[in-house]
């Protein structure tokens, strides 16, 4: 490894023939950043459909291949998960990369978060998506990979309706940790920061598991916990972790669910809970109601009193780089993207504002 955590090397063959001689691109973009395009394409030996990214090597003037080297890398060392998007092949020109990923048909998760009441996620859909996202990143933190941007943007569906598996996407801050080597920088983009990010501590997996705290309050809610009116604010949430449960916000949202939030989202990265130790929450795992067995009563007893029948057990200088969201215009709850340049804080907790797409930033 290399360059705070970063991968060199990759075992995948990088062609350098025609990407047009072997695939098709098929109708309008599926996503864009300010380095990055993706794409729909046709596979025309299978007539398979992939997502073709086009990442550009070089960003404002700096060589950058070495960051789309270190994202393949890690798609390499996650091939296995099932909750991990699939790398299918990799193209090189003198100017982009081209990454030939599985083709999620459902699109980010950040659609249903923003979505009307009826056509937004139930608390049982994100139960079994925050399954998924937690088996996916326990797989990433078992081998001493931590993602770094986890949010609704990067978290695809392979089908919409009906509603279908999670694929994690966008690896290109992801960075290797181990207990050798502090790896601290700060990545991500700023409602989902933790606050180690911002106070320029080592990086770890607990850093990813803050971002999963709020991405499952997002997804119950379709609001933001600590989005102020200014990056500033946003900041200052989020170091002092100014996070509140609203009852109006959380009705109908039960306390387990309130409950495996706050097991993430506390300041101290030690304390928070790990990957495998959310997998066994009561929300996510509930325990199933014991086995009562009742003696047979006394005639005596019968006439004097009802059995009572016991209850179930619980339902169940460096820089802040940001990744480009792509989102859809809603009139329910709605999200601003934000992007980090400044490390200043200040604090209130707002809702999503108004939608608009945001390109990716260097931020100094």
């Not at 083709?103 to 009441?117: K, L, M, P, T, Y």
Request: net charge negative; with cysteine; charged share 25%.
């Amino acid at each position: 490894m290399s360059r705070q955590g970063m991968a060199a090397h990759t075992q995948t063959r990088i062609r350098t023939d025609r990407f047009a001689d072997s695939y098709t691109l098929l109708g309008r973009e599926l996503g864009r950043g300010k380095f990055a395009v993706v794409k729909k394409c046709l596979e025309k030996a299978t007539g398979r459909e992939f997502a073709a990214k086009f990442l550009r090597k070089r960003r404002k003037g700096e060589d950058c291949r070495l960051d789309i080297i270190n994202e393949i890398a890690v798609l390499e060392l996650a091939a296995r998960s099932p909750h991990v998007v699939d790398l299918h092949e990799v193209y090189e020109t003198p100017a982009e990369i081209v990454l030939v990923l599985e083709c999620a048909a459902g699109g980010e998760i950040f659609q249903q978060c923003v979505a009307e009441q009826d056509e937004a996620f139930t608390e049982q859909d994100v139960i079994r998506l925050v399954r998924q996202i937690l088996r996916g990143v326990a797989f990433l933190h078992q081998h001493n990979v931590v993602h770094l941007d986890l949010k609704p943007q990067n978290i695809l569906l392979t089908s919409s309706s009906p509603l279908g598996d999670i694929r994690i996407v966008d690896f290109g801050l992801s960075r290797r940790v181990d207990a050798v080597r502090e790896v601290r920088e700060i990545l991500g983009t700023p409602e989902y920061v933790a606050p180690e990010v911002l106070s320029y501590e080592p990086i770890s997996t607990a850093t990813d598991m803050w971002s999963i705290g709020v991405l499952t309050y997002v997804m119950l809610t379709g609001e933001s916990p600590f989005l102020g009116d200014t990056k500033q604010e946003t900041f200052l949430n989020i170091s002092q972790v100014n996070v509140q449960f609203p009852p109006d916000v959380f009705q109908g949202i039960s306390d387990q669910a309130i409950d495996f939030i706050r097991s993430l989202l506390v300041k101290n990265p030690r304390k928070r809970a790990k990957a495998e130790q959310c997998l066994q929450h009561p929300w996510l795992d509930p325990a199933p109601a014991p086995a009562v067995e009742l003696a047979a009563p006394a005639q005596a007893d019968l006439e004097q009193a009802p059995v009572s029948e016991g209850s179930s057990g619980p339902e169940e200088d460096e820089e802040l780089v940001l990744v480009a969201s792509y989102m859809m215009p809603c009139p329910c709850r709605q999200l601003r993207g934000l992007e980090v340049r400044e490390t200043e804080l200040a604090g209130v907790r707002k809702p999503f504002p108004a939608l608009q797409e945001i390109a990716q930033e260097l931020v100094f």
